[in-house]
Every structure is written in C-alpha cells, then in structure tokens.
C-alpha cells in the first residue's frame, strides 16, 4: 500500500470513510495510537499558545487553562477517554467493539486538525476575520470527517447512529472530565 501523508490529508477531507477505512487498515497498534494523540495534542497545544501569545486582543480564559502542561493534560485524557466512551455506546448500538481503530483515527483527526490549525495560523497574518471564517468552515468539515471515521470504525453503516455515538461518547468524557478537573481543584484549594 502507498501511502502518502498528503493524499491522505485530501481523502480525508474529501472522502473521509475511504481514508479511515485505509488508517484502519494499516493496523497500528494501541499503544502507538496513543503515542500518536499525545504528539499531535502537544502540537495543537503550543500552536494554540503560540496564536494566543501573537495575538494583541488578550482572550479571557480560564485560570486552569493558563499553563500549557495543564491544557495537554485535559486533552489527552479527554480524548483517550472519548475513544473507549464512544466504543462503549457503539457497541450499544450494535457496532463493533473497535477501541485500537477509534485509538488510530482519533490520532489522525488530531493531525488533521493540526494542519487546519497551521492553515488558520497562516490565514490570520492576512486577515482575522478571514482565519475566523475559515476556523468555521473547519468545524463543520471536521465533524463530518469525524462521523464519518466513528461510522466506519464502528461498522454501523448508519451516519445517524454514528452522529448519536459521538456526540453522546463526546459529552459523557467531557462530563467526566469535568468531574476530575473540579476534584483536582477541590483538593488544591484545600
């Protein structure tokens, strides 16, 4: 199989069950996968505080979010726990339990989304309002795409099913998350 990153990208934007059906393919393991998120997080990460910092209109935040180290700590574990909270309600409704092949294309989703984020970075030096434009188109390719990678990780062959499927698993991390976060900051306001 040849396999380049750059066709990849474009698949993935334009026929994004072909490029998850090919990343499945490829047979990455769990732990690599895993590896895969925490990289492309980081990356995410510094480029988010990289456009915060160059930017002259200070964007109000919470304090939780102020460290760099913290914000990678919530994604990764957010999105690691996405990944099995998604193949529990997949299997739930009839998908296949598919951890490593939800694992491997949330890495990849996250990659797409880095280069979106470099294409924005870019975008903005000539114009704000142009990068937000385009960030708003992002959004909306990007849950496509990431349906799309969910339906066919899962097998469900249903669009709806797998639109139920992450946005159910997508907020029952965020609920967890949420309740790690305030026991964290329970403990150090002690």
Same mark, same amino acid.
Request: with cysteine; charged share 5%; net charge positive.
């Given at each position: 199989m040849n396999l380049s990153l750059k066709s990849l990208f474009v698949e993935t934007i334009t026929a994004p069950r072909e490029a998850a059906q090919?990343?499945? +393919?490829?047979?990455?393991?769990? /732990? /690599?996968?895993?590896?895969?998120?925490? =990289? /492309?997080?980081?990356? /995410?990460?510094v480029l988010f505080f990289l456009d915060l910092n160059s930017s002259a209109n200070s964007i109000i935040f919470p304090l939780l979010l102020h460290h760099p180290l913290v914000l990678a700590s919530v994604m990764i574990f957010g999105t690691i726990l996405s990944a099995f909270v998604i193949g529990f309600f997949g299997k739930i409704l009839g998908g296949i339990d598919n951890i490593d092949g939800i694992?491997?294309?949330? #890495?990849? %989703?996250? #990659?797409?989304?880095? %280069? =979106?984020q470099v294409i924005a970075t870019v975008i903005a030096l000539l114009s704000i309002q142009l990068a937000a434009l385009f960030q708003l188109i992002v959004f909306f390719i990007y849950i496509w795409?990431?349906?799309?990678?969910?339906?066919? +990780?899962? !097998?469900?062959?249903?669009?709806? !099913?797998a639109f139920f499927v992450?946005?159910? %698993?997508?907020? #029952? #991390?965020?609920?967890?998350?949420?309740?790690v976060l305030s026991l964290f900051v329970g403990l150090f306001n002690v």
């Open positions: 090919q990343i499945i +393919a490829l047979g990455i393991s769990r /732990t /690599t996968s895993i590896l895969c998120v925490v =990289f /492309t997080i980081c990356i /995410t990460v694992l491997v294309l949330l #890495a990849w %989703g996250q #990659a797409v989304q880095v %280069g =979106f795409i990431f349906i799309s990678f969910i339906d066919v +990780a899962l !097998k469900l062959e249903n669009l709806f !099913k992450t946005f159910s %698993g997508l907020i #029952a #991390a965020f609920i967890s998350v949420s309740m």
